[in-house]
């Protein structure tokens, strides 16, 4: 079953503005992380938030975990037409890398 | 030092057959993972091999298998193949197995007919 629930689904945005995508969970959890997929392909890691770090930043890419409403974000800031791809958030239950994905959020950013 | 390769990049199969899907992780790599991601939603775990020990299955049934070889490469079988395996097969690698960042391969897009 899918662990995480990424909100919004699809995202539409203007290149230079920020992009914020949510994810929710159900159990208690060792990591999460989030991955970019372009057009079907394979997944890229981006970044991985342990479940004792509250924010975590990686050039463009500043996510937080809540593990009080078990709930994520990633804010991708300054958006490009490279960022246009599906982003998927993943927990890590067992800390063993068996990842549960959420459905996905696809943002498009229009030139 | 070349990324997770996997082969083939397409395959159609008619149902009922077998198919065989292999991955190769990254050099130095020792854990692989097996992930099935159908068309609109986010990759399922299949399987997860350590050493050449299975270390972990996901909720599929008996007619898919996998194995890892002492080179670490893997393959994943499929029997008796059903329309709805149709989807893209994710391999993954990692250092050791535990909460480290996965690399993932291209896939190999599998289309049953």
């Known amino acids: 079953s899918q662990q995480g629930e990424e909100d919004p689904q699809a995202l539409s945005i203007q290149e230079g503005e920020n992009a914020t995508m949510n994810c929710s969970y159900k159990t208690s959890i060792n990591n999460l992380q989030w991955y970019r997929q372009n057009s079907g392909r394979g997944l890229v890691h981006l970044i991985l938030?342990?479940?004792?770090?509250r924010e975590k930043h990686s050039g463009r890419l500043r996510v937080t975990l809540d593990t009080s409403k078990k709930s994520s974000s990633l804010l991708i800031t300054a958006s490009r037409a490279a960022d246009t791809a599906s982003y998927f958030c993943?927990?890590?239950?067992?800390?063993?890398?068996?990842?549960?994905f959420g459905k996905g959020n696809q943002v498009v950013v229009i030139p | 030092d070349a990324g997770v390769t996997q082969s083939p990049t397409h395959l159609i199969k008619t149902r009922g057959q077998q198919v065989t899907l292999r991955c190769s992780p990254i050099s130095g790599h020792k854990s692989v993972s097996w992930y099935q991601q159908v068309l609109g939603q986010g990759p399922q775990f299949i399987f997860q091999?350590?050493?050449?020990?299975?270390?972990g299955r996901g909720n599929f049934p008996d007619r898919f298998s996998a194995r890892q070889f002492p080179n670490y490469s893997s393959e994943l079988n499929v029997n008796a193949l059903l329309l709805g395996d149709s989807a893209l097969y994710l391999c993954a690698g990692g250092g050791t197995g535990g909460s480290d960042t996965q690399y993932f391969g291209p896939g190999t897009r599998l289309t049953v007919l």
């Open positions: 938030i342990r479940s004792n770090e």
């Open positions: 993943a927990t890590d239950v067992g800390g063993n890398n068996r990842l549960a």
């Open positions: 091999y350590y050493e050449k020990e299975e270390r």
